[in-house]
């Protein structure tokens, strides 16, 4: 049995099981499909906690990705800071939307990160991705319904109320 956890326990805990999907291997034609993990952990915990899981918490989140992935430096952090920035923006608008909508919504962010890591990619020469690396924001707006349940019933086992 779970014990109860403050926001940052919980929030934190579900990250680091978005770190650890990220971190798994895949086969290299399966790559190109992975979703975005720790984006859609991101953008739930913006959803349901907007006043305490915002733009910092995003761009701390996106450096320690970057450290994970080895990339830049910085750009997995602006990636998530951008998301999170919308998310918490219209955080009223996409919760009232049914599941379906939001997938729509979730998987649009994820291609704007996505585009923007290919763009920083492409721009510096490190690598070069073509358009089948968006394709992981179709896979992210598939799973994005069983992460909503799992982990909004995780939320709602775990973290004590504040008030």
């Known amino acids: 049995m779970i014990s109860r956890l403050n926001w940052f326990g919980a929030s934190g805990l579900s990250l680091l099981v978005a770190f650890i999907l990220t971190a798994v291997p895949l086969p290299d034609w399966m790559e190109v499909w992975r979703p975005e993990w720790v984006v859609v ?42 998301v999170a920035y919308l998310a918490v923006l219209y955080h009223q608008r996409i919760r009232v939307f049914p599941l379906v909508q939001q997938s729509l ?48 019933d995780f939320r709602r086992k775990t973290v004590t109320s504040t008030r």
């Not at 952990?41 to 996106?62: K, N, Q, S």
């Not at 923007?116 to 992981?136: E, K």
Request: hydrophobic share 55%; aromatic share 14%; proline share 2%.
């Open 41 to 82: 952990t991101m953008v739930y915990w913006c959803l349901a906690m907007p006043e305490r899981v915002g733009v910092f918490v995003a761009w701390g989140v996106g450096l320690l990705l970057d450290v994970l992935q080895g990339s830049i430096l910085g750009q997995h952090a602006l990636g998530l800071a951008t």
């Open 105 to 152: 919504v979730v998987g649009s962010m994820v291609f704007v990160y996505l585009g923007g890591t290919a763009l920083i990619y492409n721009l510096l020469g490190s690598r070069h991705y073509g358009l089948d690396y968006l394709l992981g924001a179709i896979t992210s707006a598939c799973i994005w319904p069983w992460v909503y349940v799992v982990l909004r």
